[in-house]
């Protein structure tokens, strides 16, 4: 090989590595990834992308714009988001000690406030179909130096043995799925709770036509009349303990255990 076709061999790879895909996208989340190597981002990177394609499809509504929704959740709840969620933690009178499941965690608020509850000895998992909600959900844990388990998944068909945990938390994501997929969830729901333990279903219940304004804008499609949330329950063995408005918006709760 003479000089000019050695150099010319470099010249390629070097435009070949520059025009790679991965690289770009590593250049461009450089300030996210700080401290990470490029090595460890493709292999992350590689690992979303198979994470993605083992996820089971869902007819549930996924939302993808994961830092906007902390936005509009703290408008939602006009700034008191940890209050809310420590609320919701009482409510389902969590433990120490006690494993605990959000399905449709979102960006991971209330798992992160669970885990907190049950403390060091207790296990918190977090379960959505949103990859960008699971990579801030994350995040934040990270950032709040709790341990919870975030998993990509879909709650019709959750990735968890028979009776694991202690406790199902499930808040403003029944009315994300149509009428079928929600009693799959309700009946997943109860499979992986021990005997007697307990869920807490919270959604938005009044009518979608009265609300107004930003939130109204985000949720027209969204409500679940807490009749159908105590008959969704009850049909899938679980025994109501409780259920009723929830003083905040037109949210209803509705506490149950599995019979
Ligand atoms: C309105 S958000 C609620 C998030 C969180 N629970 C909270 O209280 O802020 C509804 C979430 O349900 C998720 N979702 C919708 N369908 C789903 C499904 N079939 N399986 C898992 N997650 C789903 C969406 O991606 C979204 O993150």
């Given at each position: 090989m003479n000089r000019t076709t050695f150099l010319s061999a470099i010249a390629h790879t070097v435009a070949a590595v520059l025009r790679s895909p991965v690289l770009k996208a590593y250049i461009r989340a450089?300030?996210?990834?700080?401290?990470?190597?490029?090595?460890?981002?493709?292999?992350?990177?590689?690992?979303?992308?198979?994470?993605?394609?083992?996820?089971?499809?869902?007819?549930?509504?996924?939302?993808?714009?994961?830092a906007r929704y902390d936005v509009l959740a703290w408008l939602l709840l006009l700034g008191r988001e940890r209050a809310f969620r420590e609320r919701l933690v009482h409510l389902a009178c969590l433990e120490s000690g006690q494993s605990v499941l959000d399905i449709g965690c979102g960006t991971g608020s209330l798992a992160?406030?669970?885990?907190?509850?049950?403390?060091?000895?207790?296990m918190v998992q977090g379960i959505d179909a949103s990859p960008e909600m699971i990579a801030r959900a994350r995040k934040k844990a990270t950032r709040a130096?709790?341990?919870?388990?975030?998993?990509h998944g879909v709650v019709e068909a959750l990735p968890f043995p028979d009776g694991q945990f202690d406790a199902v938390l499930s808040t403003l994501m029944l009315h994300h799925l149509p009428g079928e997929t929600r009693q799959q969830c309700a009946r997943e729901m109860h499979r992986v709770l021990k005997p007697g333990g307990r869920v807490l279903a919270v959604d938005f219940g009044g009518s979608a036509g009265r609300r107004r304004g930003l939130i109204a804008h985000f949720h027209r499609h969204g409500r679940v009349d807490v009749h159908d949330i105590v008959r969704l329950l009850s049909e899938a063995g679980f025994e109501i303990v409780e259920s009723g408005p929830l003083g905040l918006r037109d949210m209803n709760y509705v506490l149950g255990t599995a019979r």
């Open positions: 450089r300030p996210m990834y700080r401290g990470t190597s490029f090595r460890a981002f493709r292999e992350g990177t590689l690992m979303e992308t198979m994470d993605r394609y083992s996820v089971p499809d869902t007819k549930g509504r996924i939302i993808h714009w994961a992160i406030a669970a885990k907190k509850q049950v403390g060091p000895s207790g130096s709790v341990d919870v388990a975030f998993t």
